[in-house]
């Protein structure tokens, strides 16, 4: 593959993609690849995630074996046929702080996925990153667009968040960054202990004044077991009052559509439909994904069941290790998705979207009809409300601006019409899901 180097030109780099015809692909299933990388330098106060501090003496070359193994296991598992029936989309590197890996665990992993499924040459492959150090060298391994974490340029946050770095540094980072790739997004988080609306204003302002094509904003969770939801327990860190969320969330949507970014997702925000995250995309829409490292969860299709299922990796990274090692594979469990988590799971996930959810790829995948599934009385309060929008099939969508929300590659899917969200009714869904879904009457 011929990567462009944002600095000199065109160069080629020792590993190389196979390609292939776009237009021999565009109607294969959409796939994408999660790769976790399980070490972080030290654990935010806010995160649930599989998380382990980074040990003085990381096992990097064991760990890019098992990964590597499991791998292997996957793309060549007959039962899940990826192969011949799929085209990958998107690979994601995340974490855990995947740049403490070395580059060349990147790129091997990328090689081994290639060898398999040979790999498009506009994929796209995200690393998740909070630091300067080696970003040339992720870029030349096959990273493509880099995710920041910056969450905050508020120091006093970042201590509270239990973030490593400054709010300066954070700013070099993306600086040098937006240099050497050409997507680069980073997230922000609002909603924080004692931030006022004024200050998130301001910050918001710089945020959207820093990014490039695409950022991510999300309210702080405090969820449970946490350093920070034990704070807050406590009574050391205060209650963040709803309604003051609520308005900050308004004063993003606002303030980002000033900007010129499109709000295609609750949380996420893009100038253009090359700048949206193709990766994310497949989670909410929901495509097939395979889930690899300690913790990883997946979504697969039984070829031969033609069930999708639920794939769980084992949590601890020398559990994790030694079970690729003695098996293959590093799976804790998987079991079968049960149709009616099926069918919420793609209507939940596909309404956090501007796209909605498509007819036809909700029929394939489920073999039920959209509309059975949503009470019509309510659909024609929401529509009346203008909450909801529905596209007929074989009608052209009623709202031409719809493109600017919709990934390339799932352009086709439109033409059958389908059930999306306004931005008002994106900010209502939490209240819109329980009385537009009829799925437990059809059980």
């Known amino acids: 593959m011929i990567f462009r180097s944002i600095t000199s030109g065109y160069r080629i780099t020792k590993r190389t993609f196979v390609t292939y015809n776009n237009n021999n692909n565009i109607n294969k299933d959409a796939f994408s690849i999660y790769i976790h990388w399980p070490y972080c330098e030290s654990k935010c106060t806010y995160c649930n995630f599989n998380k382990y501090v980074n040990p003085s003496d990381p096992p990097l070359e064991r760990l890019t074996r098992a990964m590597i193994r499991e791998l292997e296991f996957y793309l060549t598992e007959p ?4 192969l011949h029936n799929k085209r990958v989309t998107s690979v994601y590197f995340g974490g855990g702080t995947p ?22 040459k506009d994929i796209e492959v995200t690393m998740e990153s909070s ?21 905050s340029f508020n120091d006093a946050d970042l201590k509270i968040l239990g973030r490593d770095h ?3 540094s954070a700013i070099i980072t993306l600086e040098e960054a937006k240099k050497l790739f050409g997507q680069v997004t980073f997230d922000m988080i609002f909603a924080r202990p004692r931030q006022s609306l004024l200050d998130w204003q301001r910050e918001l302002k710089q945020a ?9 904003m999300y309210q702080l969770s405090f969820e449970r077991g946490t350093s ?70 997946g979504r697969l ?56 959810i498509p007819r036809d790829r909700f029929k394939k995948m489920t073999g039920q009809d959209l509309d059975t599934l ?24 009623s709202d031409n601006n719809i493109l600017k929300y919709i990934p390339n590659h799932l352009e086709h899917e439109r033409k059958g019409g389908g059930i999306r969200p306004t931005e008002a009714g994106l900010a209502r869904m939490d209240s819109i899901l329980p009385n537009l879904l009829r799925i437990q009457e059809l059980d």
Request: aromatic share 8%; proline share 5%; glycine share 6%.
């Open 166 to 168: 400054s709010a300066a």
């Open 228 to 297: 920070l939801w034990k704070l807050m327990q406590k009574g050391q860190v205060p209650h963040v009052d709803p309604d003051l969320a609520a308005d900050m969330y308004e004063e993003t949507v606002k303030t980002a559509a000033i900007h010129g970014y499109a709000h295609y997702e609750v949380s996420s925000y893009a100038k253009t439909r090359n700048a949206i995250s193709t990766h994310n995309f497949s989670y909410w829409q929901g495509l097939d994904y395979l889930g690899i490292g300690p913790g990883a969860h």
């Open 374 to 397: 949503i009470d019509p009385d309510f659909l024609a309060t929401c529509v009346q409300s203008n909450f909801l929008v529905v596209d007929n099939e074989k009608e052209t969508p």
């Open 99 to 120: 740049s403490l890996a070395k580059p060349s665990t990147i790129e091997r992993i990328l090689q081994t996925i290639d060898r398999h499924v040979p790999l498009n």
């Open 301 to 356: 299709t039984d070829n031969i069941t033609k069930q999708r299922i639920r794939t769980f990796g084992e949590f601890h990274p020398d559990k994790y290790m030694a079970l690729c090692e003695s098996e293959g594979e590093g799976i804790r469990k998987w079991s079968p998705l049960p149709s009616h988590d099926s069918l919420e799971e793609l209507v939940v996930f596909g309404l956090r979207t501007r796209m909605g």
């Open 79 to 82: 039962r899940f046929n990826l």
């Open 131 to 151: 630091e300067l150090a080696r970003l040339q060298a992720f870029r030349d391994a096959g990273i493509n667009r880099l995710s920041l974490g910056i969450q």
């Open 208 to 216: 959207l004044e820093l990014a490039g094509d695409h950022l991510s």
